[in-house]
């Protein structure tokens, strides 16, 4: 065994670890907040009901809502992340101009299947989700993770994607930081610990340690409990290897650095926060300096989940950007 | 002579020729085109009269108009730059919600006195300008050089400034590729050559060579002759060295690497191109990395005139900003 795959599976071990957290983080633990924004279709990201739609031979479960008329804004998640892990607040900011799109790609707790161990794998069953949709184009936003799977779509399919949101994700070949696997020797730290409650996992994983990052990371935390009846599943313990053997893949991608992002001309909205220790900032440094046509925004003290945080600032910015804003 | 010193005076010969091309560059050499947006005032960047004011024993030239009752935005100048040199589109952009205030620094254009060869020096004159205003606090801008002063500014004086905007600007010990001097290898190569007609340096300075970017810097031009009556005198031969010798002051300054930067609390917004050559895009995270709260906007496809060729995203940018939008 190479000292490398030594040291996968020693993260793999302690993903497993996470995968516990994640496991036990599905239920609300405290009083929920009931959702504020009434999208345009009746819905929000509180109420929207569950829907299923298949392809590929896998059962995807999703939820659309938000008002019609323009380009349906599709999301592609985190790392173990499922329908409930966005922010409520984002979605129902971006539902109030436009149709948004959240799914669970395959193998991801109420989908069926399973989990690709690359990202191409991935991007195709999600291009294969969208086309089961019936949708000739749309808007992509893809955080994290799912920013590797949303630009491999971009490279898969150029036709099917107008514009492109990459909030808290890198390109092929990223900084980590010299930690295993490409994952971020922080990421491995914090998914490796235990919490109590659970969720405050994602206080480490999204916030600052300073008081008014960590302010706004019970902020998030309550409104991530605001939906209260038909949640989401769990992610079973496959999810977790999966990703983190994909993001391996990504990171040790050969040839030129970056080139194959000089081929995706959709306009472009990266963000990051200032001081992310799970996806290295500079990353969206390295994505803005090598896609043609591509803005950064970094917001202020703040971790991977900088545009939880500036969730207002975030709506403003990316309806602005979707709106055809030139930037 | 050491090695280093050498390198500085062969840069100075290079500036040298820079300031032929900048002495030659005053004048309109084409149709000029009238100020579109009028300024509550009922001035524009195109009609404000210069006025003078004195302080420190020096009488400094400066420009004031826009809407009154907001804090006034005052506006730190390039290397070598005088009143003429901001672009009309953001002046007027801004005037349109307050009182926008550019000068002339000591020793610069139409201001007597002479130019510090440090950038503090620089700042002391500055805070004196302002001062003799009788203004309590201020907004400000800098950009590039003029961005290091701001910076100084704010150090020497945290209760003058309220909200700070910085372009295309670096923190003390920068990364400059390691050009003599502190000065990119591109900066001193982009200056270094002989422009026909001569304003064509500022489409190298500021603009990459994309045909989109070069096509903005055809319109920043157009702007930048706009104003046909009353423009400023150009800057003298002894401007370009004391400029660059504050450069190399500031990129030598000892001690731990950022940390006077802490201590600067103001909300800033830090703004470049993803292509800054003239002061490397890096240098912005460096600043809103190690600002307490600090937001960065990089314009796609864009060199040292990003904010030029972005003009109205970031006149709505800065106006946001300065209008206490948390960011």
Redesign the interface.
């Known amino acids: 065994m190479t000292e490398h795959s030594e040291d996968r599976r020693e993260f793999l071990k302690v993903a497993s670890l996470a995968g516990a957290a994640l496991l036990a983080n599905q239920g609300p633990s405290r009083a929920a907040e009931p959702g504020k924004a009434a999208a345009h279709s009746g819905q929000t990201a509180i109420t929207a009901p569950t829907r299923f739609v298949e392809a590929n031979g896998i059962r995807f479960a999703y939820r659309r809502f938000g008002k019609k008329g323009k380009l349906p804004l599709v999301f592609n998640q985190h790392f173990t992340g499922n329908l409930d892990n966005w922010d409520p607040a984002v979605l129902d900011g971006l539902a109030a101009e436009r149709e948004v799109i959240i799914f669970n790609n395959a193998g991801v707790a109420s989908s069926t299947g399973e989990v690709p161990a690359t990202f191409a794998g991935m991007a195709r069953n999600a291009e294969a989700f969208v086309d089961a949709l019936g949708l000739k184009q749309v808007d992509l936003l893809g955080f994290s993770i799912g920013g590797m799977v949303a630009q491999q779509i971009v490279v898969d399919r150029p036709d099917l994607v107008r514009r492109l949101i990459l909030v808290g994700t890198a390109p092929r070949n990223m900084d980590a930081g010299g930690g295993q696997g490409h994952v971020t020797p922080e990421t491995a730290a914090v998914f490796g610990a235990t919490y109590d409650p659970p969720e405050n996992l994602w206080l480490k994983v999204f916030f600052t340690e300073s008081e008014k990052s960590q302010a706004a990371g019970h902020e998030f935390l309550k409104r991530y409990f605001s939906r209260t009846v038909n949640r989401d599943v769990p992610v079973n313990e496959k999810v977790a290897p999966a990703q983190i053997a994909a993001l391996g893949q990504w990171g040790d991608h050969p040839g030129e650095r970056f080139a194959y992002l000089r081929d995706i001309h959709q306009?472009t909205l990266v963000l990051s926060g200032?001081?992310d220790t799970i996806v290295y900032?500079?990353n969206s440094?390295h994505l803005?300096?090598n896609?043609?046509?591509?803005?950064?925004?970094?917001?202020?003290?703040s971790n991977h989940g900088s545009w939880y945080q500036?969730h207002?600032?975030f709506v403003t910015e990316a309806n602005r950007f979707l709106n055809e804003?030139?930037?």
């Not at 896609?291 to 003290?301: E, F």
Request: charged share 15%; no cysteine; hydrophobic share 45%.
């Open positions: 306009p200032t001081h900032t500079v440094l803005v300096q896609l043609p046509n591509a803005k950064l925004v970094l917001y202020p003290d500036y207002e600032a804003a030139e930037f």
